[in-house]
């Protein structure tokens, strides 16, 4: 019995010092635990930077000390303070607080860690188990671009310059693809297909490959990027496959890239607020009025699932009630066919004069 005993305590003194684990080694575990599910490189560096927060506050609970993470104080009450943390945080870039959809994601993400966690039999029990998620608000940007206005903007850069004949490049892949910036900035010279016009994203959102058209328009300024200007970019910066090569061979950051379009949102003379994603909003919409199949556009939007390409026929359902309202001939009988009209400007319906059968 006594042996019995000094085993359980020797057992559970192991797991304890299991449970303490360094912090850097704890998010090499946690990446390659992620690689091995199919997670994408960008989705690892995304999930590690946020959790910060999560780690900010275990710091103020002195749950990290010296870079060393104590497991076993992540416990269900630990997690209820996070969230509300996460409710009451401002961030110090923006000094306001965060979305709702910024909250529901860091809570996904620690989620995730919380099951890497026991997965690697850190924690025994999984504190996010009783973890209650609000619903994702799906909302779409108020104010879409119009056809106009993204003429306006491509022909802002100054394709007389390398930088500004790339940026068109970027601005053209955009509008044509509607692809998510981090898959513009993957992009490798070999993933465009010139004979049949199209182009190959790898490892998009879900870990999966998809190949979609790019149209003439847009294939042209590709080619003669790849043909003319690419070649200079390489020679200042270094060789690499990246389609777009930044400072050192490397490939561009999103930061850059945003930068870049707020410069030429205000050139443009734009009050809308330009980031990538509206071109990937317009675009579905746009061809969503023009008859586009629903399905067709959830393959080249590359989402996994048909409700979240369902979202813009909201937008198309209020320009078509619109429409409705301003041409349908019911809708547009004019003073004296339909009625009498009063002084405020409304009709009056049409005395009714009801006749018997026989009449």
């Known amino acids: 019995m006594e042996g019995c005993r000094k085993e359980a305590i020797g057992s559970r003194q192991k797991t304890e010092a299991r449970m303490e684990a360094r912090l850097a080694d704890l998010m090499d575990d946690f990446r390659q ?5 199919g997670f994408t490189q960008g989705s690892q560096k995304h999930y590690g930077q946020q959790l910060k927060l999560f780690f900010k506050l275990l710091e103020e609970k002195s749950i990290i000390e010296d ?8 416990t269900p009450q630990i997690v209820a303070e996070y969230q509300a943390y996460l409710y009451d945080y401002i961030s110090p870039k923006t000094c306001a607080k965060l979305n709702p959809n910024s909250q529901l994601g860091m809570l996904a993400i620690l989620i995730t860690f919380c099951r890497f966690l026991v997965s ?9 188990q009783d973890l209650r998620l609000p619903r994702q608000r799906k909302s779409l940007p108020k104010d879409l671009l119009t056809t106009d206005e993204v003429r306006r903007l491509l022909s802002i850069p100054d394709t007389h310059t390398v930088v500004g004949f790339r940026d068109r490049v970027i601005l053209e892949i955009f509008w044509a693809t509607g692809m998510r910036i981090s898959e513009l900035l993957s992009l490798t010279v070999q993933d465009i297909d010139f004979k049949e016009g199209l182009v190959t994203i790898r490892q998009g959102k879900g870990g999966k490959d998809r190949v979609v058209p790019l149209g003439k328009g847009a294939l042209g300024w590709i080619g003669e990027y790849i043909q003319r200007v690419r ?5 200042s910066f270094g060789p690499s496959d990246f389609l777009f090569v ?10 850059g890239v945003h930068a870049k379009l707020k410069v030429y ?3 443009a003379r734009l009050k809308k607020n330009l980031f990538s994603h509206l071109f990937r909003h317009t675009l579905a919409t746009e061809m969503l009025r023009r008859g586009a199949d629903l399905r067709h556009i959830q393959e080249l939007l590359g989402h996994q699932r048909l409700r979240t390409t369902q979202r813009y026929t909201h937008i198309v359902k209020t320009d078509l009630k619109k429409v409705h309202g301003r041409t ?4 547009k009988e004019e003073t004296g066919d339909s009625g009498k009209q009063e002084a405020g400007g409304r ?9 018997g059968v026989g009449a």
């Open 328 to 331: 349908h001939p019911r809708e």
């Open 347 to 355: 009709k009056q319906p049409a005395e009714i004069v009801y006749r």
């Open 120 to 128: 690697t039999h850190r924690l025994a029990k999984d504190p996010c």
């Open 67 to 74: 870079l060393r993470i104590d497991l076993s104080s992540i």
């Open 265 to 267: 949102q205000k050139r």
């Open 33 to 37: 635990w992620m690689a091995l599910r």
């Open 231 to 235: 070649p200079l970019v390489v020679q």
């Open 246 to 255: 930044g400072r050192k061979g490397k490939r561009l950051d999103k930061t």
